[in-house]
């Protein structure tokens, strides 16, 4: 059995969900739970979550979207896993700041492919090079910072870029609470790549194909 | 903002989602002007936007402090992002403001006595509660708000707070665990979602203004 709305649901504050609950009756029109026959509002979250997500997944939409992260999730943990064996790279004095945000991309990769179950994306074959172009990425630490910066950045508006899609279902906050520790592994990457944390008071967000089109350069 | 007569910080001055109602000016003796100087913050996505204007006015008038009256022994880094960070929470208390038009709340009377403004650990920490508070609360209200526009708005806001957040945490301790999150992430990566309920009373101490969530759910 896949246990997919877990993930979702331990992901979510439980009162959170409880409020989120209460202000989502379209949620069981839409899955026609049978809600009076439920005494808690966690119970009820749970179901409306089940119906959402279980038998034959999760609206497509939704795994769309989830997959779209994990693919980039993917392409990040796999670039930390990397970045973080390669001796010599990392100045003792900020490897605990790359070893956290390796784990936070991990973890976020688990997460991700959790929810999705067997409608999860593979990892993609990767090229941290881009080709050639960042041929010293794992042996020169200003290179490497600058590849972590344009993917933390690139994290945050394509999160951002999704927000939308997932308005109305529980996975939104969850969504939210990555986009926002993406925007913490920005900020402290961008000052070692010599930028400030932030650009402006105002992130921009960025669509799938802008999203795309920046990733595949390291994408095999 | 001058505070008439009876000093309201013995008041309730946030009351949570779900809590019993309570009007604050109506306990005042000056009817009409407290009236006027209490916020609801109402209803929907309209209040939604008020909690956020809320939080920006705070952080704004945080850092506008902290600008003016710079801690001892600031160097010029520090100043140079504190002052960055104020003007982006002026542009966000601003962008709301002109979001909501005649439904905003006014404008809030805050209390900095607990910060030391000449201690430069008083004002960063002070600065990584207000940030990371700000963190958990935009995205706890993300699922709060119908309208896709607000969303995309919030949105753009929340990753800012979360870059301050960051670079707050970088100047009390450098670019280690701290900058990427730390304690505000936890073991699934994910960073904190809270509740106007739980987030106002973590702001009721800085907010001299009776403001009230009746209707926000």
């Known amino acids: ?220 | 903002m001058m505070t008439p007569g009876l000093n309201r910080r013995n008041l309730l001055k946030w009351t949570g989602v779900g809590a019993t109602v309570m009007v604050a000016g109506a306990m005042l003796p000056n009817f009409g002007i407290s009236a006027a100087l209490a916020a609801d913050l109402g209803a929907g996505d309209i209040g939604v936007l008020n909690y956020a204007y809320a939080l920006e006015q705070l952080e704004a008038a945080f850092y506008i402090q902290v600008a003016k009256t710079p801690y001892e022994g600031i160097t010029k880094a520090e100043l140079s992002n504190l002052k960055a960070i104020r003007d982006h929470e002026i542009a966000h208390r601003e962008f709301l403001r002109k979001a909501l038009g005649r439904k905003a709340i006014p404008d809030l009377e805050v209390d900095f006595s607990k910060v030391d403004f000449t201690s430069r650990k008083s004002v960063l920490g002070t600065a990584d509660v207000f940030e990371n508070l700000g963190v958990a609360a935009y995205n706890g209200a993300g699922q709060l708000i119908k309208d896709v526009n607000y969303l995309a708005a919030a949105g753009s806001i929340v990753s800012i707070e979360a870059r301050h957040a960051a670079t707050i945490a970088a100047l009390r301790s450098g670019f280690g665990r701290d900058a990427a999150g730390g304690k505000n992430v936890n073991s699934k990566g994910l960073d904190a979602a809270l509740l106007p309920s739980q987030v106002l009373p973590k702001a009721a101490p800085f907010i001299v203004t009776p403001v009230t969530a009746n209707s926000l759910s």
């Open chain 1, 1 to 220: 059995m896949n246990n997919q709305e877990d993930f979702i649901l331990d992901a979510i504050d439980p009162e959170v969900a409880e409020h989120i609950d209460a202000g989502r009756r379209s949620l069981f029109t839409r899955y026609a739970v049978p809600v009076a026959a439920l005494g808690s509002a966690p119970l009820i979250i749970a179901a409306s979550a089940q119906a959402a997500f279980a038998a034959g997944g999760l609206p497509k939409q939704v795994v769309d979207v989830l997959n779209f992260a994990l693919t980039l999730e993917y392409l990040e943990a796999a670039f930390y896993k990397q970045a973080n064996g390669s001796s010599g790279l990392i100045p003792q004095k900020y490897r605990q700041l790359f070893r956290t945000i390796g784990a936070h991309e991990t973890a976020h990769v688990a997460l991700l492919k959790g929810a999705l179950g067997s409608a999860a994306v593979k990892a993609p074959a990767v090229d941290f090079t881009a080709g050639g172009k960042y041929a010293d990425v794992f042996s020169n630490f200003e290179t490497f910072v600058a590849v972590s910066a344009t993917f933390e950045d690139l994290g945050v508006a394509a999160y951002k870029g999704q927000a939308g899609n997932l308005i109305g279902t529980p996975v939104l906050t969850t969504a939210l609470q990555i986009h926002s520790v993406e925007a913490r592994h920005a900020a402290a990457v961008r000052p070692l790549a010599g930028k400030a944390g932030f650009d402006g008071a105002f992130d921009k967000p960025k669509t799938k194909a802008q999203v795309l089109a920046a990733a595949t350069p390291f994408l095999a």
